[in-house]
């Protein structure tokens, strides 16, 4: 293989033509021009392995007039954080910008002394969001100047280092200067987060993308002349471009391992070269595959030892340079030309070998970080060393909020932990990974952690320790389903542990776990036991993160309880104190409450602004999944307001923002399902409900599968299955009886009275009333009584008393209207102008029916509006009755029997039955009590 022209970094490259991307490098150099004109940007070059990713990130840095800085990621430094950012350190130190360089790696070695230290969660989060914010401004800052800032392999980079490129993202924008990073995609070895954070940025415009495609013949053809010098057959074209499928790192480890055998991968094609190198480049080679990252010549020596003296090792580097295995930097290190040969290397070095050269890493004592460290002590079958390395390095992780880094550092220190280390100890660092694991949502993996550090507590007789994990364990086991007795049954055990125990730190146990008692009854609506646990762990905690998160809980349960302003206000201080102090996660959880209760609870005008107020707080402690939460909610109350497109953008939004969060998902599947049946969409609403309800099912959880359960009841009822919305209702009410809830079985009433009615069971409509009036009843929540005013109108209504039917759906319509609810308020409308029809009251009616189309404008209720306007435009029909059946009619309404009315017109009784039959069909009828209201109505 001949050699190529060099890279900006002084890399040699193997083909010195840049062949095939001619499209995608004229619109790199276009966002270059933008971005020296004070327009910057993130230009994201994604793809498969080996498809030229870094070559085009080279082209467009070679030729570019700014200051050029570099770093790299590697695939193990995903546990330590901030080691892309040392890297971007290192370039600005070489670049002349110490103190920039020194600033990044203070921050990142040490963190900003002027921080607090970190002394629990929420005060480690704050910490965590502070230095983000702090290595965000000190990139900013050097990017004031131009410059590009070229990054390889994001997609191993570590989770503090996204963070901070989130930032400088939107920072560069208004600055001179362009990031370009390389990030592979299809892989299954990068981690979740790494594709989350890619998918964020080109998602929310932070970064642009683009995408190389694989070479055509063409291409390869061309490759192949610019390498050779000459050009190749036809026949040989096709065969290379068939075997390397146009991945030109294929194309060229095809080139230079000669075209005979064409291995089919790049791994194989690599390995067939290295069977021709000299027993001195295989050693070297080795070396630097175990050190897995850029290396300078003295960690080489070491890590070969006495093997190579360092002639030989010279001449191995040499030859291993010319035969594009290694890359030399122009700073004089080495590195593999791409991951996939470093990675094909190191697979094929034998286990023992692998271990030996791991030891040796170590023993070099390399400025590597703690978690590199513990990684080659693993390796090198080094348990001891690998366990203490792995638990500091954990420790450093948690300390910044590095919750996946935490995690599996601590999964290390569980492989490597040596058999002295107690009971005690080993539940510890149990609790601790359980901690972390909860921390990113890997509930199953936390409960199972968090269970077996209670069991090693307790064997080894520390059971207020065991005691003490019980809350985060019962939290794990909520979000993977199991139900109120069980949790509840988990915290009872627990406290009986601590029975006795009136030390200071036994107190503050029990309170804690009162305190998850108090909240697990809140999520389940039994508000009574709540407020009886969550006043009693109140006495007990003196903590204000605990005080104002069990404030939060005792709040929520008496808003739900009816308890009206004093409830309000309690619920809304402690999430106002806990901002005003600094306790994130707890003012965080109040805001939750606070928001979605006032949502739940018919509170639309002032709970708008709460939920703004939680939402602007969340995002300004870049607590994402808080503010999708909140913003599902704020998309609820857009719904109940008759805000349909904004509630449906709303939601959508932290639908798609709050990937992994369950209530958020929940809650915005409701809302976009009243959206769609709202609109007239009822395959969508029953699509998009049933998702919810399955959630819903999962969670166990009334607030999550009640608002699911009224939607399909809805969607039902205006689909005329007259009988699902039944089922639906039915098994609505059920579940808000279980726990003797009023606030979310109050759509029910309506609905179901509603359904029964189209069934044509006016007495199953009545019971329905009943029923649920009593559970509504209960707690006298504020606006819940308008739902039993309407169905009671609409009952009446059916039932022909008109008198009744007006003043009830006047009250109701007032009462949907003072709260802004849309859903039923424009049906009262519809209800009070139908009543009017039927009393003869045309123009009253018309001016409803006008309200009502102004409201229903563009949604499925607009259906109705015509319906009515249709009969009111033809009129009062004319009674069939004949004579003699009115004069039964009347005699029906005054109460007389079929023996008296025939006794008083003459007449036979059988004759009377046959009379009231005929009137009963005519009239549409089903019973003699409905004859006496159509009577009552004609004032007979």
């Given at each position: 293989?001949?050699?190529?022209?060099?890279?900006?970094?002084?890399?040699?490259?193997?083909?010195?033509?840049?062949?095939?991307?001619?499209?995608?490098?004229?619109?790199?150099?276009?966002?270059?021009?933008?971005?020296?004109?004070?327009?910057?940007?993130?230009?994201?070059?994604?793809?498969?392995?080996?498809?030229?990713?870094?070559?085009?990130?080279?082209?467009?840095?070679?030729?570019?007039?700014?200051?050029?800085?570099?770093?790299?990621?590697?695939?193990?430094?995903?546990?330590?954080?901030?080691?892309?950012?040392?890297?971007?350190?290192?370039?600005?130190?070489?670049?002349?910008?110490?103190?920039?360089?020194?600033?990044?790696?203070?921050?990142?070695?040490?963190?900003?002394?002027?921080?607090?230290?970190?002394?629990?969660?929420?005060?480690?989060?704050?910490?965590?969001?502070?230095?983000?914010?702090?290595?965000?401004?000190?990139?900013?800052?050097?990017?004031?100047?131009?410059t590009i800032l070229a990054l390889e392999d994001v997609h191993w980079a570590d989770q503090l280092a996204l963070d901070v490129l989130r930032r400088v993202a939107a920072a560069v924008r208004e600055r001179p200067s362009l990031l370009v990073a390389t990030f592979r995609t299809q892989d299954p070895e990068v981690a979740e987060e790494a594709t989350a954070w890619r998918l964020e940025l080109v998602g929310h415009r932070l970064a642009e993308e683009v995408r190389p495609v694989r070479l055509d013949a063409a291409g390869v053809a061309r490759m192949l002349a610019a390498i050779r010098g000459t050009e190749a057959s036809a026949e040989e074209v096709a065969r290379l471009h068939a075997v390397s499928d146009g991945i030109p790192l294929h194309v060229e480890e095809l080139v230079a391992g000669g075209s005979d055998g064409a291995p089919e991968t790049v791994a194989a094609a690599v390995l067939s070269r290295t069977r021709g190198l000299s027993p001195s480049s295989a050693a070297v080679l080795e070396a630097a595959a175990v050190i897995g990252r850029e290396f300078d010549t003295r960690l080489l020596a070491v890590v070969v030892g006495d093997e190579l003296d360092r002639a030989a090792r010279e001449a191995a580097l040499d030859d291993l340079a010319g035969q594009h295995f290694l890359v030399r930097t122009a700073a004089g290190s080495y590195d593999f030309r791409h991951a996939l040969i470093r990675d094909a290397v190191y697979s094929a070095v034998p286990s023992a070998r692998r271990r030996i050269l791991h030891g040796r890493v170590v023993d070099a004592g390399a400025v590597l970080s703690d978690a590199l460290l513990s990684l080659h002590s693993e390796r090198a079958g080094r348990a001891r060393e690998a366990?203490?390395?792995?638990?500091?390095?954990?420790?450093?992780?948690?300390?910044?909020?590095?919750?996946?880094?935490?995690?599996?550092?601590?999964?290390?220190?569980?492989?490597?932990?040596?058999?002295?280390?107690?009971?005690?100890?080993?539940?510890?660092?149990?609790?601790?990974?359980?901690?972390?694991?909860?921390?990113?949502?890997?509930?199953?993996?936390?409960?199972?952690?968090?269970?077996?550090?209670?069991?090693?507590?307790?064997?080894?007789?520390?059971?207020?320790?065991?005691?003490?994990?019980?809350?985060?364990?019962?939290?794990?086991?909520?979000?993977?389903?199991?139900?109120?007795?069980?949790?509840?049954?988990?915290?009872?055990?627990?406290?009986?542990?601590?029975?006795?125990?009136?030390?200071?730190?036994?107190?503050?146990?029990?309170?804690?776990?009162?305190?998850?008692?108090?909240?697990?009854?809140?999520?389940?609506?039994?508000?009574?036991?709540?407020?009886?646990?969550?006043?009693?762990?109140?006495?007990?905690?003196?903590?204000?993160?605990?005080?104002?998160?069990?404030?939060?809980?005792?709040?929520?349960?008496?808003?739900?309880?009816?308890?009206?302003?004093?409830?309000?206000?309690?619920?809304?201080?402690?999430?106002?104190?806990?901002?005003?102090?600094?306790?994130?996660?707890?003012?965080?959880?109040?805001?939750?409450?606070?928001?979605?209760?006032?949502?739940?609870?018919?509170?639309?005008?002032?709970?708008?602004?709460?939920?703004?107020?939680?939402?602007?707080?969340?995002?300004?402690?870049?607590?994402?999944?808080?503010?999708?939460?909140?913003?599902?909610?704020?998309?609820?109350?857009?719904?109940?307001?008759?805000?349909?497109?904004?509630?449906?953008?709303?939601?959508?939004?932290?639908?798609?923002?709050?990937?992994?969060?369950?209530?958020?998902?929940?809650?915005?599947?409701?809302?976009?399902?009243?959206?769609?049946?709202?609109?007239?969409?009822?395959?969508?609403?029953?699509?998009?409900?049933?998702?919810?309800?399955?959630?819903?099912?999962?969670?166990?959880?009334?607030?999550?599968?009640?608002?699911?359960?009224?939607?399909?009841?809805?969607?039902?009822?205006?689909?005329?299955?007259?009988?699902?919305?039944?089922?639906?209702?039915?098994?609505?009410?059920?579940?808000?009886?279980?726990?003797?809830?009023?606030?979310?079985?109050?759509?029910?009433?309506?609905?179901?009275?509603?359904?029964?009615?189209?069934?044509?069971?006016?007495?199953?409509?009545?019971?329905?009333?009943?029923?649920?009036?009593?559970?509504?009843?209960?707690?006298?929540?504020?606006?819940?009584?308008?739902?039993?005013?309407?169905?009671?109108?609409?009952?009446?209504?059916?039932?022909?008393?008109?008198?009744?039917?007006?003043?009830?759906?006047?009250?109701?319509?007032?009462?949907?209207?003072?709260?802004?609810?849309?859903?039923?308020?424009?049906?009262?409308?519809?209800?009070?102008?139908?009543?009017?029809?039927?009393?003869?009251?045309?123009?009253?009616?018309?001016?409803?029916?006008?309200?009502?189309?102004?409201?229903?404008?563009?949604?499925?209720?607009?259906?109705?509006?015509?319906?009515?306007?249709?009969?009111?435009?033809?009129?009062?029909?004319?009674?069939?009755?004949?004579?003699?059946?009115?004069?039964?009619?009347?005699?029906?309404?005054?109460?007389?029997?079929?023996?008296?009315?025939?006794?008083?017109?003459?007449?036979?009784?059988?004759?009377?039955?046959?009379?009231?039959?005929?009137?009963?069909?005519?009239?549409?009828?089903?019973?003699?009590?409905?004859?006496?209201?159509?009577?009552?109505?004609?004032?007979?």
């Open positions: 293989m001949e050699a190529a022209a060099s890279s900006f970094r002084g890399i040699e490259r193997v083909c010195p033509v840049f062949v095939g991307r001619e499209d995608l490098l004229a619109l790199a150099r276009r966002r270059e021009a933008a971005a020296l004109d004070g327009r910057g940007g993130l230009l994201l070059i994604a793809g498969e392995a080996g498809i030229g990713k870094s070559r085009l990130m080279e082209e467009v840095v070679a030729l570019g007039s700014a200051r050029r800085l570099h770093a790299d990621a590697y695939a193990d430094d995903r546990e330590t954080p901030g080691m892309l950012l040392l890297g971007i350190a290192a370039s600005l130190a070489e670049a002349g910008d110490g103190p920039a360089a020194e600033r990044i790696r203070g921050l990142v070695l040490r963190g900003d002394p002027t921080m607090a230290a970190p002394e629990d969660p929420t005060t480690r989060s704050t910490r965590r969001r502070l230095l983000v914010a702090e290595l965000a401004s000190t990139l900013a800052t050097v990017l004031v100047l131009p366990y203490a390395l792995a638990r500091r390095a954990a420790e450093r992780a948690s300390a910044l909020s590095a919750h996946r880094e935490a995690a599996d550092l601590y999964r290390r220190a569980q492989r490597t932990m040596p058999l002295a280390v107690t009971g005690r100890d080993r539940a510890e660092l149990l609790r601790r990974l359980g901690a972390e694991l909860a921390a990113v949502d890997a509930n199953r993996e936390a409960e199972a952690e968090f269970a077996r550090a209670v069991e090693l507590y307790h064997a080894a007789g520390a059971d207020r320790e065991a005691a003490a994990v019980v809350p985060a364990l019962v939290a794990a086991r909520h979000l993977l389903g199991a139900d109120y007795p069980a949790r509840v049954a988990a915290i009872r055990s627990a406290l009986g542990w601590i029975d006795g125990d009136e030390t200071a730190e036994g107190v503050h146990v029990r309170g804690r776990l009162l305190a998850a008692q108090a909240a697990a009854a809140m999520l389940e609506r039994r508000l009574d036991d709540g407020r009886r646990v969550a006043e009693e762990a109140r006495g007990l905690l003196t903590d204000e993160a605990d005080r104002i998160g069990v404030d939060a809980t005792l709040g929520s349960v008496l808003v739900f309880a009816g308890e009206g302003e004093p409830a309000w206000e309690l619920l809304r201080t402690a999430a106002e104190e806990g901002a005003a102090h600094g306790r994130e996660e707890a003012a965080a959880r109040a805001y939750r409450m606070l928001g979605s209760s006032a949502s739940v609870l018919l509170q639309y005008d002032r709970g708008a602004g709460w939920l703004a107020d939680g939402i602007a707080y969340a995002e300004r402690i870049e607590r994402w999944n808080d503010a999708h939460y909140l913003t599902a909610h704020l998309a609820h109350v857009r719904w109940a307001t008759g805000e349909l497109a904004a509630a449906a953008e709303l939601a959508g939004h932290a639908l798609a923002d709050g990937r992994g969060g369950i209530t958020t998902e929940v809650t915005a599947l409701h809302v976009l399902g009243y959206c769609a049946l709202s609109s007239g969409d009822l395959p969508r609403a029953e699509e998009v409900l049933l998702r919810a309800e399955a959630i819903g099912e999962r969670m166990q959880e009334l607030q999550r599968l009640s608002p699911a359960l009224w939607g399909l009841a809805e969607t039902a009822l205006l689909s005329g299955d007259h009988v699902a919305a039944i089922r639906y209702c039915e098994r609505g009410a059920a579940e808000s009886h279980r726990v003797e809830d009023s606030a979310y079985v109050f759509p029910f009433a309506l609905t179901g009275v509603r359904a029964y009615l189209a069934a044509g069971d006016v007495a199953g409509a009545r019971t329905w009333l009943e029923r649920v009036g009593v559970l509504v009843g209960r707690r006298s929540i504020p606006g819940t009584e308008s739902a039993l005013q309407h169905a009671a109108g609409v009952l009446a209504l059916r039932e022909r008393r008109p008198g009744d039917a007006k003043e009830l759906l006047q009250s109701a319509s007032a009462g949907w209207d003072g709260i802004g609810r849309w859903w039923e308020g424009t049906q009262a409308l519809l209800d009070r102008a139908e009543c009017a029809r039927r009393t003869r009251s045309p123009a009253e009616a018309a001016a409803l029916l006008a309200e009502a189309a102004a409201r229903s404008r563009g949604s499925v209720l607009q259906g109705r509006v015509d319906e009515l306007a249709a009969r009111l435009a033809e009129g009062v029909e004319p009674t069939t009755l004949s004579a003699r059946e009115r004069e039964v009619a009347v005699r029906i309404a005054g109460g007389a029997t079929n023996r008296e009315i025939a006794a008083a017109l003459h007449i036979a009784p059988k004759t009377v039955s046959t009379h009231v039959e005929h009137i009963l069909a005519k009239l549409g009828a089903s019973r003699r009590s409905e004859i006496a209201a159509w009577a009552a109505e004609r004032g007979a």
